[in-house]
Nanobody, 116 residues
Framework: QVQLVESGGGLVQPGGSLRLSCAAS????????VGWYRQAPGKPRELVAA???????NYADSVKGRFTISRDNAKNTVYLQMNSLKPEDTAVYYC??????????WGQGTQVTVSS
């Protein structure tokens, strides 16, 4: 059974930073892609950032230059460093691990609130 445990959310002022972590209960090498999604109230869930097995990354246009996704294979953990946060970044953030066969696993979600 794959479990993903997220941490690092919270309340931050505009312009501040947060780092989200998502630790997997199995080897991260079991997955073809790992990433972060977010869902704001009344909006659909959207991809924020992802790393593919070849280490290529992609980001939503709204976070390019501000957010960085990374992975620590030894710790089976993926991170999302979020800088220059804006109120519109407020959402519940979910990590997502996907196998090459398309099976997906989700974290429990962590709330990020950007407000003064």
């Amino acid at each position: 059974q794959v479990q993903l445990v997220e941490s690092g959310g919270g309340l931050v002022q505009p312009g501040g930073s947060l780092r989200l972590s998502c630790a997997a209960s199995v080897s991260i090498f079991s997955f073809n892609a790992v990433g972060w999604y977010r869902q704001a109230p009344g909006k659909p869930r959207e991809l924020v950032a992802a790393i593919r097995s070849g280490a290529s990354t992609n980001y939503a246009d709204s976070v390019k230059g501000r957010f960085t996704i990374s992975r620590d294979n030894a710790k089976n953990t993926v991170y999302l460093q979020m800088n220059s946060l804006k109120p519109e970044d407020t959402a519940v953030y979910y990590c997502n691990f996907a196998t090459i066969l398309g099976r997906e696993y989700w974290g429990q979600g962590t709330q990020v609130t950007v407000s003064s």
